[in-house]
């Protein structure tokens, strides 16, 4: 079964920091790109960081640039995104998603992703 499966939010303060995971399971190609993308309350989606797992291309969201690092390991499916000096705007469900097309490439586009985790919630709040 294909699946993506975030973990690691939680209530941090601002200044903070916190490690989100995205764990893949039952894809047939070791090529594909993951992204991170993140929703408020009230708000539209937005992409935040992406990395291709063969060639390592990051795009970052200008907002979290400096501040947010993806990273991972394609071998062991397995994908990271740092968050450190958090503030409250950061507040948001952040959703792990692939693209698993044979052209994937890293891009905070939402709509090239085929593949959906259910969200983590990341709360910053003193």
Known sequence: QV???????????PGGS?????????FTSKHY??????????KEREGVSCIGS??????????V?????ISGDNEKNAWYLQLNNLKPEDTAVYFCA?????????????TLYDTWGQG??????S
Request: glycine share 14%; net charge positive; charged share 15%.
């Open 3 to 13: 699946q993506v499966v975030e973990s690691g939010g939680g209530l941090v303060q």
């Open 18 to 26: 916190l490690r989100l995971s995205c764990a893949t399971t039952g």
């Open 33 to 42: 790109a993951i992204g991170w993308f993140r929703q408020a309350p009230g």
């Open 54 to 63: 063969s060639d390592g291309r990051v795009v970052s969201a200008d907002s």
């Open 65 to 69: 640039k400096g501040r947010f690092t």
């Open 98 to 110: 692939a693209d698993r097309s044979a052209l994937a490439s890293c891009s905070l586009r939402g």
């Open 120 to 125: 983590t919630q990341v709360t910053v709040s």
